[in-house]
Nanobody, 126 residues
Framework: VQLQASGGGLVQAGDSLRLSCAAS????????LGWFRQAPGKEREFVSA????????HYADSVKGRFTVSRDNAKNTAYLQLSGLEPADTAVYYC????????????????????WGQGTLVTVSS
């Protein structure tokens, strides 16, 4: 499956953004999806994950209550709604996919994912 993330931009602290991850070349509902981010000079970190049908989700503590992950299997697209953005959220955001054997499976480690999008930059000014 090929992934393309979009929706990043320059915003002010407290603003919101919605990132999209469009998939092609695979049967979308077979894949568990994840969002990761990498800030300048830092390692890639887990942000959120969603299982095949969207029923099961998971968030990093740093974004819990501010970010919401979702997916529309009919549109082959996943979303990450970012709210209450802080300068510390500045990073390149990546979406990733891997086959999910179970409808409840989600994954939080980067090495568990086989396919990655190119990333979209989110910059939050104070």
């Amino acid at each position: 499956v090929q992934l393309q993330a979009s929706g990043g931009g320059l915003v002010q602290a407290g603003d919101s953004l919605r990132l999209s991850c469009a998939a092609s070349g695979g049967f979308f509902r077979n894949y568990a999806l994840g969002w990761f981010r990498q800030a300048p000079g830092k390692e890639r970190e887990f942000v959120s994950a969603i299982a095949r049908y969207g029923t099961f989700t998971h968030y990093a503590d740093s974004v819990k209550g501010r970010f919401t992950v979702s997916r529309d299997n009919a549109k082959n697209t996943a979303y990450l709604q970012l709210s209450g953005l802080e300068p510390a959220d500045t990073a390149v955001y990546y979406c990733a996919a891997r086959s999910g054997p179970h409808h409840y499976s989600y994954y939080t480690r980067a090495e568990e994912y086989a396919s990655w999008g190119q990333g979209t930059l989110v910059t939050v000014s104070s």
